[in-house]
């Protein structure tokens, strides 16, 4: 089995050279990427994030978090993760003091785009919460001036069901993207997302929004990278990606992903 992995990772590899993808140090499971932080899981459950080096060479750091850590969100300082058993935390990333909070409610599955944190539950709920983000801060951390009185401490969480079922899901500005168990495609808001969603083109069992250029990117249940910058909302003009990754993220004009619950690759749509 181990040699059957090796050998899936090395056809990855040489499939994906002429399209300059770099393999990245370290192995994760689970990737997220945001305003230049990469966070993600490994296989033994542990939280990695990196602040420099994230093209190449990442400097990671393991952050102290639950021992049952399922997949971890960034969006810049950011954290939001569930673990094995559904429970959400959140957290201010400040490398080895970073300090996890409870969420109420249940979720497989996070994102969070720095104003709410949408998530499916176990039976493909979908799920959203607005917070103030000022609650992560911590007083050494925080500017007192930008900071709402009583507001750091003590956030509120009024969690409001979306109609449909989503397994996965991305939101980014208030704009969500998300695949359903059979592997359609949907786009919606988080706001209004009860007035319906737009079934996409496609099929995929993966999906990442970059919100600045304009892309939608996802991965197929063999592992196919497909990506689109037309009709992202209503009609996506896919092209297949050279390659396979397991699942992806989306940010500065560029492609994380993981593939076989370890090898992390990277790729710049500007090469």
């Not at 092209?239 to 993981?258: H, M, P, V």
Request: glycine share 12%; hydrophobic share 35%.
């Amino acid at each position: 089995m181990k040699l059957l992995t090796v050998f899936c990772i090395g056809i990855f590899i040489s499939a994906v050279q002429s399209q300059k993808w770099t393999q990245l140090s370290g192995g994760l499971k689970q990737i997220s990427v945001s305003q230049g932080i990469i966070c993600g899981v490994n296989s033994d459950k542990t939280i990695f994030c990196a602040t420099s080096g994230i093209t190449l060479n990442p400097s990671w750091v393991t952050v102290p978090g639950p021992a049952n850590a399922k997949q971890v969100a960034v969006y810049g300082r950011e954290l939001a993760l569930v673990t094995d058993d559904n429970k959400i935390m959140r957290a201010f990333y400040n490398g080895s003091s970073t300090t996890w909070s409870d969420m109420p409610g249940a979720l497989k599955q996070v994102s969070i785009d720095g104003s709410q944190i949408c998530g499916t539950n176990p039976s493909n709920g979908i799920y959203c919460t607005s917070y103030n983000r000022y609650s992560l801060c911590f007083p050494e951390q925080c500017n007192p001036s930008n900071v709402p009185s009583n507001s750091q401490f003590e956030p509120t969480y009024e969690w409001r069901g979306l109609q449909g079922g989503l397994k996965q899901l991305v939101v980014r500005a208030g704009r969500l993207f998300g695949a359903n168990p059979s592997d359609g495609v949907f786009y919606g808001r988080s706001y209004t997302g009860n007035q319906g969603w737009v079934h996409l083109t496609g099929s995929l069992a993966h999906i990442s929004y970059d919100y600045d250029y304009g892309r939608i990117c996802g991965v197929n249940f063999e592992k196919k990278i497909f990506c689109a910058t037309e009709n992202i909302f209503t009609n996506p003009a896919w092209k297949l990606i050279d390659g396979g990754l397991d699942n992806l993220e989306l940010w500065d004009n560029a492609i994380y992903g993981t593939i076989n619950g370890y090898g992390i690759y990277y790729r710049s749509f500007q090469k």
